[in-house]
């Protein structure tokens, strides 16, 4: 009790609250910084507060509250500008296409109230469940965390509405996607081309841009047009308006506040999953699904609230064993080390102070950066108005630096310009893109785990785990469930229009849809035919096909996966063959359409901005990619932006991105940039 | 179009001229890492010739008889007197106060922020500036895996204005055919700790208080659990070095594969009880703070000591001794040769300063007496010892290591198609 009373006592010390504020001040900037995430920022400060700040409570609790508020403001860049991160890619899907309607304001009021109320869901988890929660924590192991990984393959299901096969066939071609790597089993190099940058796989920050992001970003620049449309209300008002409607939904920030804190709670879940799963189970129980997908704010909801208490639960088995929930909770614990602090009973008896603190200030953050960015978000959200090529010029190039980061070598580019390619295609062939992702997040935490568990328990052992039947059951219940739902976001088009500014004229801001639509789905006499989009399911299955011959060269346990998978990308891109070759058509399907469609001069407009593209990639090479990254506004703003805004956007595009790359990218982050071919352009 | 296709151009002319602007302008101004033309691969060069050192034997080291091809003896004891003989090129008229002052000096690190390693460079980068002359700003860049790092550093200008900490030696990294490097060839300006590691077993679940009391035992049976090396990888002190010594031994043991992330997932899985032992270095020092009471209430034991010749393992928090047998007295001459081989390259030492090859002999001095003068400050050397979670272990200078790097190296790289095959040989045996 005196331990409790002594941390509370840090309540009137102002180098606590000093050191609160900074840590409330790195996680608003982190979050409206694309690109620059609050590990990083840990990574760069973990040695001065060690060092500088002597007193451990109060440095522990900075980073903790630094890693654990950071998820609030993160949706801006997803929602506003079209870039989703690591653990916003829901947010994306759905908050960006509200933007879209102009409805930016309202969403980012209602994802600060929600997202609020799961921190302090999460908080107040956090506090309640430390002195009981070790046996649970304990009691997952190899084969659950499988099996509750394969939570997220059900999710596949929904994902694929209106689509089935597509969907299937996409989500193993993720799966497939993820077993790129060496294999930890089988020490296998698979599909790694010989690159010492795909050893631990594909980086996912140059994936998920590339594959959900870019098109996105190339479609909304080809549009010259603001992200919201005319007669969108951008105001502070309209803020609050939100968070009254987020406050409204309280039940959701519970519900899946606590599901976030489950999720984090177990070690090797990964963050990277939660927002999926949450929005798996929000859709479950949801009575009307026809809008998800297309753009739902409850759906937004359904993440954020996970996403922010997700922190918390990271934090308890930190706590409670030592054992890092996440990665920026890695931090902590070397902060607590070095502080001489023992996670593990100790955080409830002798440093029960730092415990109580964490909780306390877990909680006020939040709801601090929730204030910030409902002041802030009025503001930002203009953003909204101004011309995507504006926007894009900045965006896109920061875009390509962010996966840079990620690899430190060139192939990020590759990597980003390949699943910008594969992400095109599929928006224009009408193959939905989240179960890709999903299947592309889950493939190594599946394969990894499950492998693990038959080397421990073997596959006998495996069935007599109670707690794993369970999940699996669950598992299949819920894959079973959501695929006989039918037809999730791909009604009620007609009501969105009705209540919601939607852009005329072009084809599409929810679902893609194809030209005579869903409804014009006949069986009636089909002739066969090689279409563009049969070519584009034959490449699939090409690349299935050539993935099973390799797969024959890995060791036997290393070639369970890929080739199981390859097969299942083979029979079902087989299915949609024949479909595509007599020309059958494809549903209302989960995923953003192109804005672009339908305008006039489309194709010069792609003509342009794809030449451009091609042109910048060329350049990262030619003159590296520090420099070609500081040219790239040239053409968006010229090109796509007219009269005396073209000028304005280059004067503000130019010197925002060299800044960036100056100060962020040179001076914090010191990155090693990549040899261009012309040494002129050397920066070593 | 005609016009479009004009404008076109213009603008490309316009990028063009603008990044030859944004060039000229914030160009070339930093000198840390130029590449060098040529990055030949050298796995067969010919190791330095060094004078043995004499290190005195650790406790459980009666007879560290002398076997041929061995490397050297761990570093672990007092600095040896004479220095050895220089291996770079000293500057004329060098002024280490002018070379390094307003200069950034980059320290690679190969692996994700966040690590241990990272955490210490960038403890580095916060601290070791001061020591040396001119005090240099420091920055951290991550490269990874750590053999692109070390890669990195083999290209690059040797200038002193670029470095790199690295986990462990990279001698066994440097026979993967993706190396372009030779270990030895860099420059070494330091190394904090050696890599000595602690095989602990579950006291609960094992009847074993040493490893003396496993041999020719039929069970209970030890299981281990972690990730297949490579087939370049001759991994040494968490996996391959138990199997060794299961065989020779004829211990009860048994090696599961798993997809392991590291010591926090080694300590979760012995806590769900998927394995009974593991196997740690620094950590053995750490446990007492992550996991308290583990040792004192005998949930665990430590069942063996793996160092190579002379290294020394002391007692933790828990424990004012380390009492268990060293694994290295309980084998034959002709397994130490194997094992010594095998071990050495991880162990000699743990993280590592390293300067890229041919680094001129002033600018490594300057580096290496900044690294023991920062070392030699009781407030540097305690706060470091707090970031590494354990004693500094090291003694010797940054050129006495180097000498120690090239001995390991030449008997690592003579024995290697001798280590590969006794590894794939009990690799398969205890595999699960």
Redesign the interface.
Known sequence: MSELLEGLSYLGNGAYWAAFGVAVFMAVFVGLLPGVSATLVMALSISFIVLNIEDPLIGIVMLATLTGVDNTLDSIPAVLLGQPGGATQVTFLEGNQLARRGLAAHTLGAVYAVSAMGGLVGALALAIVIPVIKPFILAFGFPEIASMALFGVAMVAALSSGAMVKGLAAAAFGLLLGTIGIDPISAAHRYTFGSLHLWEGLPLIATTIGLFALPEMIDLTMTRRPVATHGAVVNNREVFRGVRYGLTKWNIAIRNGLFGVFLGAVPGIGGAVVDWLSYAMGIFFSKDKSEFGKGSLDGVLFAEAAQNSKEAGQAIPTLAFGVPGGRAWAFVIVAMLAYGITPGPPMLDRFADITIMMVFSLALGNLAVTVIGMFLTGQLAKLTLIPYPLIGAIIIPISFLSAYLSSTDLIAIFIIVSAALLGLLMKQYKWPRPPLLLGFILGRIIEFNFQSAISIHGMGGLLTRPLTIVLLVLAVAIAVTFSKMGKIGTAGTLSDEETMPVVRGASGDGPTVSADGAAAVSAKKRTLAITPASIFTLAIIGMAAWALLEAFSFPTRGRVFPVSLSLAVIILGSIQLVHDLRQGKTGAIMDIGMRSAGMEGVVKTALLIIGWVTFFVVLIFVIGLKYATMVFPIGPTLLFLEGRTRWIGLAVAVPFVVLFNLVVMDYVMAVIWAEPLIPFFSTR | MKK?YR??LS??A???L???V??AC???D??????RPTATPVPDAPAAQPTPTSVPSAPGEPTATPVPGAPAPAPTATPTSAPPPPTATPLPSFDAEAHFKGK?V?I?VGFN????T??QA??L???WGQYIPGNPRI???????S??AN??LFQS?PNGLILNYNATAPIQSSTDP?AIFKASDFEVIGAPVARNAVWMINGQDLPYNDITDAMGASGPTLIA?G?????Q?LVGVGDLGNFLLADWLNLPYEF?????TGT?QE???I??G??NNFTAGSVWY?LP????GWISSGFIKPFAGLAGPGGLIVGNAEVEEFTASYARDLITDEQKDIWDGLMAPEMFVGKNLLAPPDTPLDIVNTLRKAWDDALADPEFRA?FE??L?QPIEIQQSGAELQEIFAQVEDAFLRNIGQLREVQEGVYDKFT?
């Open positions: 479009a404008s076109y603008l490309v316009i990028a063009v603008t990044a030859l944004l060039a914030g160009g070339s930093d000198p840390t890492a130029t590449p950034t980059r690679l922020p966040g690590g241990g990272d955490t960038r403890f980068a916060a601290k920055v951290i860049s991550n490269l990874t895996p053999l692109a890669n990195f200008e993706n659990a990730s297949a090396p490579t087939p990888e599961k594969l798993v997809a392991s926090e300590l979760l899985m806590e769900r998927d394995t750490q703070q992550r996991r308290p706060d707090r970031i979670g699960r």
